[in-house]
């Protein structure tokens, strides 16, 4: 199983970048979908996460700006981001709950990670 994230880039304050995070590979079943964000020396923090049926969450920092999204036929989780903000600057990873077969219990699979900056 892999994942695969991409949409990461240099942006100005006030714009906006669209993340997307594809699984591939052999598997059985995906649950949860969330997005991290960790900058240098600070712990990875939770920035979204949608169910398996599409039920969302958003850490405050993110609410209004941010919204997640997911394409269960292509397996693949998205974070639209606007109104980016200099605080915004991290390097985001994708984080997807996934059962391999029928006969294991799901578990998570973590994405490279991609870097977000955004300028002032």
């Known amino acids: 199983v892999q994942l695969q994230a991409s949409g990461g880039g240099l942006v100005q304050a006030g714009g906006s970048l669209r993340l997307s995070c594809a699984a591939s590979g052999s598997f059985f079943s995906i649950n949860a979908m969330r997005w991290y964000r960790q900058t240098p020396g600070k712990q990875r923090d939770l920035v979204a996460s949608?169910?398996?049926?599409?039920?969302?969450n958003y850490a405050d920092s993110v609410k209004g700006r941010f919204t997640i999204s997911r394409d269960n036929a292509k397996y693949t989780v998205n974070l639209q981001m606007n109104s980016l903000e200099p605080e915004d600057t991290a390097v985001y990873y994708c984080n997807v709950d996934l059962r391999p077969s029928m006969f294991v219990s799901s578990r998570a699979y973590w994405g490279q990670g991609t870097q977000v900056t955004v300028s002032s």
């Open positions: 949608i169910t398996s049926v599409g039920s969302t």
